[in-house]
């Protein structure tokens, strides 16, 4: 039952942050989203900042998707893994839009929300195998993480940001193959011919 109701709290106050941000969520809206009274939301989070951070390190850890060490054995496999990793992104921010909203939220005021979160996220053995495979030079020919991570997140998070501009541009044609399939392929052959070693 309490997690439950964590669970509930942990909802509402997603769709509150991501419409509102975290200066103009208000808590008696998220109890009332949850069906719960005040005092219960406070029980569970002394407050909006706590809130806040939980959504944040959920929604950090649901698009984080983490590659299985398994997968990481010779470097044709881990640009393969690389791949399929970056499909898996492109399709979770596709699906996705109401995360992409609270991180905009957080960016607009500093983005500390995420730094806490993406911090957390860095001390994960995942995190830390994925840095010795940028720092190797055997996978990727940049070697510096934060020139990866830019890169990284044009390509999938920041794509999403644009999309509306790019179409309302170049407006699709009828006959046009599915766009988030063709975005897929190109990003793919970007990344393989681009920023793979040889």
């Known amino acids: 039952m309490a997690d439950d109701t964590r669970q509930r709290i942990l ?20 109890a009332e989203r949850a069906q719960i009274n005040q005092a219960m939301l406070n029980y569970y989070f002394n407050s909006k900042d706590e809130l806040y951070a939980a959504v944040l390190q959920r929604s950090v850890e649901e698009c984080c998707h983490e590659l299985e060490p398994g ?21 979770f921010w596709a699906e996705h839009r109401e995360v992409l909203h609270l991180i905009i939220h957080d960016l607009l005021v500093g983005g500390e929300g995420m730094k806490m979160a993406i911090r ?15 720092s190797s030079g055997r996978v990727f020919r940049e070697q510096d993480a934060r020139q990866l991570v830019l890169h990284f997140l044009s390509l999938t998070v920041l794509n999403f ?31 393989q011919h681009g920023l793979f070693v040889k």
């Open 161 to 191: 940001l644009l999309v509306p501009v790019v179409n309302d541009i170049w407006p699709r044609r009828e006959d046009e193959p599915d766009w988030l399939e063709a975005r897929i392929e190109s990003v793919k052959d970007l990344i």
């Open 11 to 30: 909802d509402a106050a997603f769709a509150e942050f991501s419409a509102n941000g975290k200066a103009g969520a208000r808590m008696q809206a998220i």
């Open 120 to 134: 957390q996220w860095l001390e994960s053995p995942q995190s830390r195998e994925i840095s010795e495979q940028v």
């Open 71 to 91: 997968e990481l054995k010779d470097e044709q496999s881990v640009q393969k893994t690389w791949l399929d990793h970056m499909e898996r992104d492109l399709r």
